[in-house]
């Protein structure tokens, strides 16, 4: 790391001193990402990797209620390098993270200190700001500079009030306009071959961060105010129909989020980066109870079992059903979702449902109870609900339709996560905005919605839920956190003959394309989201989702393109390995090459794309091989298709 200092001042005629400036350069420790940042009137920064300039001059800044931004003046700085092992309760992707950066802290003379990190995989910066009694955060200045001919994947939104379920626009940065294209985190970039993504962590009792245009190739940071009026217009949707002229209040020292520039030579890079975990707030206390684990859920294939001797619907005689299927194939968990009970008070329980008699049962059985959870319900009711579902023995909450991420709501589901730890709950955040660190500040919040996901297929006309977009989002919104997007789909057709549905819904892509979601994507609770009766007529599918895990020890990305393609690797706990594949509509054969293996003999056990999958989407093959470190595996995928295996030593 180097850091340096010096004065730039030109004299008037009266031999007056006009101008200072103070530069500082900050390297990664590999040294190939270089941080400059100069403090003059308004602070400046560019970010270089092997040379070459990767996001142009732009300014960061702070306003509070205490003091304005600028003129800056350094106080004094500090530097620190830190190398250490990080170990996360819950293995999202590795067992253990190295946390290796260099650090540069300057101290300004208004009690403001800004924080830089350079790592090898990314950059980093937050405020700090030491104060006594009230003050408010009135504005954070946080541009990104770019070119023209650089390009973004571009979560284009319409408003604060949003489940933060989108799709990524591809879009020149020139297309990107003032005011016209309000974006939510995370949001990839593309400078020269290199992918840059801005995402934000250690969010705690501040508002999110948006992304708007800023003219001149330039996207700047947006902030919901803090809300005055409020207006409940149904039984979850709040609406904020006037705010503050700040963006959140505070009360003595405070620490501001990380804001978070990834740095990917190769596509792949993206998806082993562990930055917002890295520079989230550490937990405190025993989580050592976490239980991650896969649940069978009732929604998106809305309760329509069949082949049994009962109604089936919201009842107790469904939900056993649930608990059978759960308890047969070693499923940890089953979500009992929406209709459990009044969506206006978790306190009255549906009519038709027995939650003590599902309760004694699902215990017997050893089976978890997610319940769904109303937000706003939740939130009138939280220690009477939370403490009624501790009687019945509830193992998670699944709290939904937020949709906001202002200083109010954010500390809503830090309230949450708390009351849920003290009493030994999952929860599972929908109708969320994306994972902002509270994962590792507080284990117990194990996944995170945020995705254009699965349920979208049982009503978009529009296709867009297609094997492209689930061959993007891997790179931009999964990068920030666990991402429940609910795969498991055992009715498969492709393009042409896919169709929404809503009680009986199918998803576009391949068998196996849905299978490989397993592997490729992240959520320590990952669901399977189909009917109980179709998983129970396909044996061999469900031989894979019994035994694929949901963390990991290790993860090894071989191949991946944005929009594209992916191929990963991932190491269980037990020492088992898992592979998969997937594509968008072009049919490809990408290589495995199993040199991660240890030395030794190993059956591969494969499910792979029929012959037939570009006609029927429902064709695979399920095959078995010997392999050894030596062996490369052709992983032939169908257009819009997939692979999968599952690696166990002979």
């Not at 082949?307 to 308890?327: E, H, L, Q, S």
């Not at 109708?431 to 919605?449: D, M």
Request: charged share 20%; aromatic share 12%.
């Amino acid at each position: 790391m180097k850091l340096k200092g010096w004065l730039l001042a030109w004299i008037a005629s009266t031999g007056s001193m006009a101008a200072v400036a103070q530069e500082y350069t900050l390297h990664s420790p590999d040294g190939k990402t270089e941080l400059r940042i100069t403090v003059k009137d308004s602070i400046r920064y560019t970010v270089s990797f092997n040379g070459k300039m990767l996001l142009q001059p732009a300014t960061v800044g702070l306003s509070t209620s205490l003091a304005q931004d600028g003129p800056w003046k350094v106080a004094n700085t500090k530097t620190s390098t830190v190398s250490q092992l990080l170990h996360p309760v819950v293995q999202q992707k590795f067992a253990s993270i190295e946390d290796h950066y260099d650090q540069l802290q300057l101290n300004f003379k208004n009690r403001f200190t800004l924080q830089w990190r350079a790592y090898n995989n990314g950059i980093a910066w937050r405020w700090l700001v030491n104060a006594k009694g009230a003050w408010q955060v009135t504005n954070e200045t946080a541009n990104f500079s770019f070119q023209p001919k650089d390009s973004a994947w571009y979560p284009v939104e319409d408003g604060f009030f949003s489940h933060n379920e989108r799709l990524y626009h591809h879009l020149a940065i020139s297309q990107i306009k003032e005011k016209q294209s309000l974006a939510s985190l995370p949001a990839l970039f593309s400078v020269d071959g290199v992918k840059l993504l801005v995402t934000e962590t250690a969010l705690l009792n501040h508002a999110g961060m948006w992304l708007n245009g800023a003219g001149d190739n330039t996207i700047h940071a947006v902030f919901p105010n803090y809300p005055i009026k409020k207006v409940a217009t149904s039984d979850r949707d709040e609406h904020v129909e006037t705010r503050e002229n700040f963006i959140a209040k505070k009360e003595g020292p405070a620490e501001l989020p990380w804001r978070i520039v990834m740095i990917a030579p190769e596509d792949k890079d993206l998806l082993v980066n562990e930055l917002p975990y890295q520079l989230a707030a550490p937990s405190a206390g025993d989580y050592s109870w976490v239980k991650p684990g896969k649940t069978i859920w009732d929604w998106w294939n809305n309760n329509n079992v069949y082949g049994v001797d009962f109604r089936a619907g919201v009842n107790t005689a469904t939900y056993k059903y649930y608990i059978d299927f759960a308890a047969k194939y070693g499923l940890e968990y089953v979500v009992f979702d929406e209709g459990w009970s009044d969506t206006r008070s978790l306190l009255k329980v549906a009519p038709e449902m027995d939650m003590e008699e599902l309760s004694r049962y699902a215990a017997a059985k050893k089976v978890g109870i997610v319940l769904w959870a109303n937000w706003l319900a939740l939130d009138q009711e939280l220690d009477a609900s939370l403490n009624l579902f501790a009687r019945w023995g509830v193992k998670g909450i699944k709290v939904d339709f937020m949709q906001r991420d202002d200083q109010q709501m954010v500390n809503f589901y830090e309230r949450v996560a708390k009351a849920a730890a003290a009493r030994k709950m999952l929860v599972d955040f929908h109708g969320a905005h994306k994972p902002a660190g509270l994962q590792r500040t507080y284990p117990n919040v194990i996944s995170f919605e945020g995705v254009y996901g699965l349920e979208q297929s049982k009503g978009d006309e529009s296709k867009s839920i297609s094997p492209e977009h689930n061959v993007t989002f891997p790179f931009i919104r999964m990068a920030a956190g666990p991402a429940d997007y609910t795969p498991g789909a055992m009715l498969n057709a492709q393009k042409d003959d896919w169709a929404p549905h809503w009680t009986n819904p199918m998803s576009m892509g391949t068998r196996c394309h849905q299978l490989a979601m397993y592997v490729v994507y992240e959520s320590p609770l990952q669901m399977l989201a189909d009917n109980p009766t179709h998983y129970y007529k396909e044996p061999e599918c469900m031989q894979f989702l019994q035994a694929v895990p949901t963390v990991w020890d290790t993860t090894i990305v071989q191949q991946a393109s944005v929009g594209n393609y992916i191929l990963t690797a991932r190491k269980a706990t037990n020492g088992d390995w898992y592979v998969g594949g997937m594509t968008n509509f072009t049919a490809r054969t990408l290589t495995l090459d199993c040199s991660f293996l240890p030395a030794g003999t190993y059956t591969m056990h494969t499910w792979k794309d029929g012959i037939n999958a570009d006609r029927n989407a429902q064709d695979y093959k399920m095959e078995e091989i010997t392999i050894d470190r030596n062996s490369k595996v052709p992983v032939v995928m169908s257009m819009g298709g997939g692979w999968a295996a599952r690696i166990v030593r002979k």
